[in-house]
């Protein structure tokens, strides 16, 4: 992977990733949902998740708390477009749509970040005239299964915060690309660097990274 740095405006701090990793098995009117839920930085799963689905065909909602493996399933849903609220305490909110239902059962993957921490009123834009931060250590963003078997290639944005203790928070996916959203922020935020200067001194920044995705050779 090749990656450009530069600045950019000003954004909230989101980040998220969605992989679906399923199909209907059955022609039935009636569907099934189910998934896990996953630390979007460490993958380990989330117990105690709330997954609530809306939909025009669906008279109100349905709603589904995931078990000690970050499982959950929802049964009897009409065929028809769906919309997911994810909620889970110390987790960003992730609300994925577009989930078309046909009938049968489906499978999906769900996976959220953790609230970033603050960062100080401070962070400004990063600009020519500062010294561009130089990253220490820390993993290269790594190609997911998913996206392997899928062929995914392309560019990707991703809005950081680079501390002036060099770390990396408060990403925010700018230009996604499918199944790959997740593995680069995690990688990002993994990283060290050394920070940016301002007249000599270090300083909280906002940076955007750059970064081409090629797959790997087989």
Same mark, same amino acid.
């Given at each position: 992977?090749?990656?450009?740095?530069?600045?950019?405006?000003?954004?909230?701090?989101?980040? $998220?990733? $969605?992989?679906?990793?399923?199909?209907?098995?059955?022609?039935?009117?009636?569907?099934?949902?189910?998934?896990?839920?996953?630390?979007?930085?460490?993958?380990?799963?989330?117990?105690?998740?709330?997954?609530?689905?809306?939909?025009?065909? @669906?008279?109100?909602?349905?709603?589904?708390?995931?078990?000690?493996?970050?499982?959950?399933?929802?049964?009897? @849903?009409?065929?028809?477009?769906?919309?997911?609220?994810?909620?889970?305490?110390?987790?960003?909110?992730?609300?994925?749509?577009?989930?078309?239902?046909?009938?049968?059962?489906?499978?999906?993957?769900?996976?959220?970040?953790?609230?970033?921490?603050?960062?100080?009123?401070?962070?400004?834009? $990063?600009?020519?005239?500062?010294?561009?931060?130089?990253?220490?250590?820390?993993?290269?963003?790594?190609?997911?299964?998913?996206?392997?078997?899928?062929?995914?290639?392309?560019?990707?944005?991703?809005?950081?915060?680079?501390?002036?203790?060099?770390?990396?928070?408060?990403? /925010?996916?700018?230009?996604?690309?499918? $199944?790959?959203?997740?593995?680069?922020?995690?990688?990002?935020?993994?990283?060290?660097?050394?920070?940016?200067?301002?007249?000599? /001194?270090?300083?909280?920044?906002?940076?955007?990274?750059?970064?081409?995705? /090629? @797959?790997?050779?087989?």
């Amino acid at each position: 992977m090749i990656e450009r740095h530069t600045g950019s405006i000003r954004c909230a701090a989101v980040v $998220f990733t $969605f992989a679906l990793c399923g199909s209907a098995d059955a022609q039935t009117s009636k569907g099934v949902l189910t998934g896990v839920v996953v630390d979007a930085a460490t993958q380990a799963p989330l117990p105690d998740a709330t997954v609530v689905a809306r939909s025009p065909a @669906l008279p109100g909602e349905q709603s589904a708390v995931t078990d000690e493996s970050g499982a959950f399933e929802m049964t009897l @849903l009409p065929a028809g477009t769906y919309s997911l609220a994810v909620t889970h305490e110390g987790f960003e909110s992730f609300s994925p749509d577009g989930l078309t239902i046909k009938g049968g059962r489906m499978r999906i993957r769900i996976a959220v970040a953790p609230v970033p921490p603050p960062v100080a009123d401070t962070a400004i834009e $990063f600009n020519d005239t500062m010294t561009m931060p130089s990253m220490v250590s820390g993993p290269d963003p790594e190609y997911t299964p998913d996206a392997v078997e899928r062929g995914i290639e392309g560019s990707m944005q991703v809005r950081c915060v680079i501390t002036a203790d060099g770390q990396v928070r408060s990403c /925010k996916v700018l230009k996604g690309q499918p $199944f790959m959203n997740g593995a680069v922020v995690g990688a990002l935020e993994r990283r060290k660097y050394q920070p940016a200067l301002a007249q000599g /001194k270090p300083v909280d920044v906002y940076y955007t990274f750059n970064i081409r995705l /090629k @797959l790997p050779p087989r």
